[in-house]
């Protein structure tokens, strides 16, 4: 009895040390702190009837210059459409640019302008600060743990786009 109790504890799930409430505990403060990590930004986006998607779409532009309507696509998961209706609303507010890819002229390339640069910081820093108090607070090892548990939930696919802009952004 005592050997299939052993084989018990070393097997799938009962190797999870967390019980389910403390994992709907994890869930809940995942949505928590989401809430607050995207107030700012959402209180800055309203005022110029924008939404998350703009911002998304503001972030990954930045991070990535000249990244193809494709390539932000598959980063962002959302449709055609909705990045078209997304990209039409920024463009024709004049922060972003679309431009011909001078390798193929089907690509459309896409960076932000001097307007888009100004929103993204006005974005970014309002998340920076919280992160940082954030990390500043929990410290170290607490952000390296915290960093290792959300790249663990990533979808594979998505893993290695992160994995892809974390590395080209050195």
């Known amino acids: 009895m005592a050997d299939g109790r052993i084989a018990q504890v070393q097997t799938g799930e009962s190797l999870l040390f967390l019980t389910d409430e403390q994992l709907r505990q994890g869930i809940e403060t995942m949505f928590f702190a989401y809430r607050g990590f995207t107030a700012d930004p959402d209180r800055i986006l309203s005022d110029l009837s924008y939404g998350r998607a703009h911002h998304r779409a503001i ?12 390539n932000l696509l598959t980063i962002l998961g959302v449709t055609k459409q909705s990045l078209n209706r997304v990209l039409r609303a920024l463009i024709a507010d004049g922060l972003v640019e679309s431009r011909v890819g001078t390798v193929d002229k089907r690509e459309r390339h896409l960076y932000l302008t ?16 919280r992160m940082r108090a954030a990390y500043r607070e929990a410290g170290p090892e607490a952000v390296a743990g915290f960093r290792k548990v959300l790249e663990a939930m990533m979808d594979p696919d998505m893993h290695r786009c992160y994995s892809r802009l974390r590395d080209s952004a050195g």
């Open 59 to 70: 972030h990954f532009i930045n991070r990535a210059p000249g990244t193809t309507v494709n």
């Open 114 to 129: 001097d307007s888009g640069h100004a929103l993204e910081s006005q974005l970014s820093d309002a998340q920076r600060a």
